[in-house]
């Protein structure tokens, strides 16, 4: 991982379009937190962790479409905390292509676990990380409780935390 310094690299996505990962440092990144918000609700769960580890902006051209923020567990498991992309740019194949490169990436730095967890009323994500090839590993039960607001997805209020791992070997 490298911290304190912006790093870019590029991606294609799909036929044309391209995809920069450009990461953000430490200190520089509370510009970010509308985007973290898209994926967590609550300031108040975000601010303690959002300098922590690596962030990425997502950019297509000149605009953030999106945010991922790793951060490790230990040596072998590094953890996807947040991710979000703006409703503009989902069904893209972005987060997907995102996840790809976090796993590269990561891989290359040694990791070899990638774990990710969400709500159990987010049936989108919980989709989603199937299909980008993770399988479920376990729950953590309550886990939502903890936030300020109650939370509501597809008319099912989220409250346990479905963990996923993907392989990064």
């Known amino acids: 991982m ?3 310094r912006r ?3 590029k ?3 799909g036929a044309q379009v391209e995809l920069n990962f450009t990461e953000i440092p430490e200190g520089e990144r509370l510009p970010y937190l509308p985007y973290l918000l898209m994926a967590d609700e609550s300031p108040e769960i975000i601010k303690p962790y959002i300098d922590l580890g690596d962030l990425f ?3 297509i051209q000149r605009e953030v479409a999106g945010v991922m923020l790793y951060i490790p567990v ?3 498991t590094i953890e996807l905390k947040n991710i979000a992309i ?3 740019f989902r069904g893209k194949g972005i987060g997907k292509k995102a996840i790809d490169y976090a796993c590269t990436y990561y891989n290359n730095a ?3 676990t990638l774990r990710v967890g969400t709500a159990n009323s987010s049936i989108e994500n919980l989709a989603f990380y199937q299909r980008a090839g993770f399988r479920m590993t376990g729950v953590i039960k309550d886990f939502f409780l903890q936030y300020p607001e ?3 997805e597809n008319g099912i209020r989220a409250l346990d935390m479905i963990l996923f791992e993907r392989s990064l070997g």
């Open 110 to 112: 040694g990791y070899e």
């Open 74 to 76: 230990d040596s072998h």
């Open 150 to 152: 109650p939370i509501y």
């Open 11 to 13: 991606q294609k996505v």
């Open 86 to 88: 703006k409703e503009a």
């Open 57 to 59: 902006a997502l950019g």
């Open 2 to 4: 490298i911290h304190g």
């Open 7 to 9: 790093r870019n690299n």
